[in-house]
């Protein structure tokens, strides 16, 4: 399989962002971490990094017969982003949601995803190994049908 890893905003600060919250580890550790997670299961990981909506959802249109499927932490956009949402209803890859923290322990505005409706299944507050829970999940199914 090959997995397309989409952050969204100030994910790229990882290690320095509140690291009681998001961890010590950082961005590109999480991402070599996830290539090798893959590579030992015979699949590619992809990490792309955007702090801006339309570097996502351009990412998420791209990934059309290109990647097997997205593990996508949204960031902030998660919150508020529809076209987020709509861009991931068009583009025929199975995705999960993934949040490092625990959003249900953290502010009410955090508690609600309007972009998870258009994944297979959300997956928050397991820190970084979300990502490799998400990666486990689709390995173990061979891939799945289309987000709803």
Request: aromatic share 8%; glycine share 10%.
């Amino acid at each position: 399989m090959k997995f397309l890893i989409l952050n969204g905003p100030n994910l790229n600060l990882l290690g320095r962002r509140e690291p009681g919250i998001y961890g010590e580890g950082t961005y590109r550790a999480l991402c070599t971490r996830l290539e090798e997670f893959a590579a030992a299961h015979g699949s590619a990981a992809v990490c792309v990094q955007s702090n801006s909506e339309g570097g996502i959802i351009d990412a998420i249109h791209a990934a059309r017969s290109v990647y097997d499927a997205i593990i996508l932490n949204p960031g902030a956009y998660t919150h508020y982003s529809y076209a987020i949402l709509d861009a991931l209803k068009a583009a025929d890859v199975p995705c999960i949601e993934v949040h490092i923290s625990n959003v249900h322990q953290r502010e009410e505005f955090r508690r609600h995803s309007v972009t998870a409706p258009a994944c297979v299944g959300q997956i928050c507050g397991l820190g970084s190994y979300g990502y490799e829970a998400a990666m486990g999940y689709f390995l173990a199914q061979g891939g799945i049908p289309q987000c709803v």
